[in-house]
């Protein structure tokens, strides 16, 4: 046989990161792992229809589960990004793996009630919420660049092969045994994935600076987030087709038991068919991404989805609904995945998994919300008409697109780009010195000074993603040639990182922008340490209350 015919090369497009050893380990334990968050899913969403008769408290089962990713992402995102993502990984999997374990003990000693359960399913999203943007941005250093919008699509496939499976399984496991073998179930797929990530040896790239607070990491990751036009157009496209999507995810078990008037089995059957067209949406991830215009994909897809929740419904017949749950899983996957696709090759390293938290926040955001407005509606118009108005409500939200069109985004240049030339400091200088204030110095041609100012506003963007604060252009008045640049930052170790997150496309900015200067020696750069009033020592003889005296480079 020619080695060649077997050669990682040779394989469908779509599983070639599964060539990669370190990323298929995870990848087929995270199999069994959704397979046990669904499971679990099952009986905590049945057990609740047999502790209360409310569609709302109903509803909530999902948005305790969503809520803590809403709200822990971003920290989570930011402590990725700081630390080493391996074991930010681990400690979210521990966190849910004892959450689960103890959730299994109160189901055994009867000692669960509607928000005790709530309680410990928001306990587990705790902890999915610590592990999910460590466990996407590592996902980069598993695979190949090329790889990795198939590695996205593969862990989405993950998560639906379990959906499609892992429900009616758990239907029939709650029918048999009841809701606490779904529990028990859910801890022991904790472990295989606790393994996997403990034996990968991550290669660690080191920083030259210690890590930022985490405020600060998280307000970074934030402000790059918004102030970069591809990420933000995503995120808010993200929050409005998840929170049209929650309607159905919400109330399917209500579908199961009062509009097709079925039993467990039945709720784990529709979840199932869900699952099912989500994997098979999934597989076209890559293809819809190279291949059609994404904006049109979109629309697309929304008004699909829009039409299959009114069907569901509509639908009386359990085969009629199975087939359109089936199509709207494929539509939200297909959906899904193509934002977050353009989320990570929008995001350079430094923050990848903060803007990846950002984009888990808008979906578990609109996830949460979506399940409590439509869960509410229902308690007062009923099942049906809900999903009706909810159907509805999503194909109308395809005219975001006239408005915030999804970007094409191709493989950006992402890559840091390292400064040769090193800052003039003749001053100690800590790390926590600041707040520090850099001025740029341009001479314009004044037939060039509306051109110029175009190319400072792109500029501003970039300076802003990274780092930099109260931004401000300024001209001379009486020298109208010369132009003023001037932002700051917190402190010096801060504008060292701004300094170091810039991309290659940031580069490239500001060259554009320095051509325009026609000063003797180049633009001028200062670098200023503001000495806010009160924040000078009385006496030379003061002891200092920072840090020790670090002089740059480090």
């Known amino acids: 046989m020619d080695p060649a015919s077997t050669s990682p090369r040779q394989l469908p497009a779509m599983w070639q990161p599964l060539s990669e050893p370190t990323f298929r380990a ?93 309680a410990f399913c928001f306990l587990i999203g705790s902890g999915v919420a610590l592990f999910g ?67 990968w040896k991550r290669t660690q790239v080191s920083s030259r600076l210690p890590p930022e607070r985490i405020d600060r990491a998280i307000q970074a990751g934030v402000r790059y987030s918004i102030h970069s036009p591809p990420i933000r157009v995503l995120l808010i496209r993200t929050l409005v087709a998840a929170s049209g999507v ?53 629309r697309l897809l929304v008004i699909a989805t829009g039409v299959m929740i009114v069907v569901v419904g509509a639908s009386r017949s359990l085969p009629l609904t199975l087939a359109a749950l089936g199509l709207c899983g494929a539509c939200w996957m297909l959906m899904s995945s193509l934002f977050n696709v353009g989320v990570q090759l929008s995001a350079p390293r430094w923050v990848t998994a903060r803007a990846l938290a950002c984009w888990g926040v808008a979906v578990t955001g609109g996830m949460a919300i979506g399940a409590w407005v439509w869960g509410s509606i229902a308690d007062n118009v009923g099942v049906g ?47 926590r010195s ?17 051109d110029f100012y175009a190319a400072m506003l792109v500029l501003r963007r970039a300076r802003l993603r990274s780092g930099a604060f109260d931004w401000s252009l300024s001209r001379d008045i009486a020298e109208p040639q010369l132009w003023i640049e001037r932002y700051h930052c917190p402190t010096w170790g801060d504008y060292l990182r701004q300094r170091d997150r810039a991309t290659q496309s940031d580069r490239e900015v500001e060259q554009k922008a320095a051509q325009f200067d026609h000063s003797f020696g180049g633009i001028r750069v200062r670098r200023r340490l503001e000495r806010p009033i009160g924040s000078v020592r009385w006496r030379a003889d003061t002891p200092d209350q920072g840090d020790a005296t670090l002089i740059y480079p480090p």
């Open 26 to 118: 995870i990848w087929l334990t995270s199999l069994l792992s959704n397979f046990g968050q669904l499971i679990q899913g099952v009986g905590a969403a049945w057990e609740m229809t047999q502790l209360t008769p409310e569609a709302n408290m109903v509803a909530l089962v999902q948005t305790a589960v969503f809520l803590p990713l809403m709200l822990l992402l971003l920290p989570a995102g930011a402590l990725a990004d700081m630390y080493d993502r391996r074991k930010v990984a681990l400690s979210g999997l521990a966190f849910a793996f004892v959450s689960a374990v103890l959730l299994t003990a109160f189901s055994l000693a009867d000692l669960l009630t509607p928000w005790v359960l709530l």
């Open 133 to 199: 943007p460590a466990w996407q941005a590592s996902v980069r250093e598993q695979v190949k660049l090329e790889h990795l919008p198939a590695a996205i699509g593969l862990s989405s496939i993950s998560y639906n092969v379990a959906r499609s499976v892992g429900p009616a399984i758990g239907g029939v496991l709650v029918a048999t045994f009841g809701s606490v073998a779904a529990f028990g179930i859910n801890a022991l797929m904790c472990l295989p994935i606790i393994a996997a990530f403990y034996f």
């Open 246 to 298: 929650a309607s159905i995810t919400a109330l399917i078990p209500l579908v199961a038991k009062q509009l097709l008037g079925g039993g467990p089995g039945t709720y784990g059957l529709l979840l199932g068919s869900f699952g099912v067209g989500a994997v098979i949406g999934a597989m076209f991830v890559d293809g819809a991404r190279r291949k059609t215009d994404p904006e049109a994909m979109i």
């Open 385 to 431: 008409p809900t999903l009706v108005i909810a159907g509805v409500a999503v194909a109308a939200s395809m005219l975001v697109g006239f408005i915030l069109p999804v970007p094409a985004v191709e493989k950006a240049e992402l890559d840091m780009e390292e400064l040769r030339i090193e800052p003039e400091v003749n001053m100690g200088l800590s790390l």
């Open 434 to 450: 600041g707040p520090i204030v850099i001025e740029l110095e341009y001479r314009v041609e004044l037939e060039q000074a509306r």
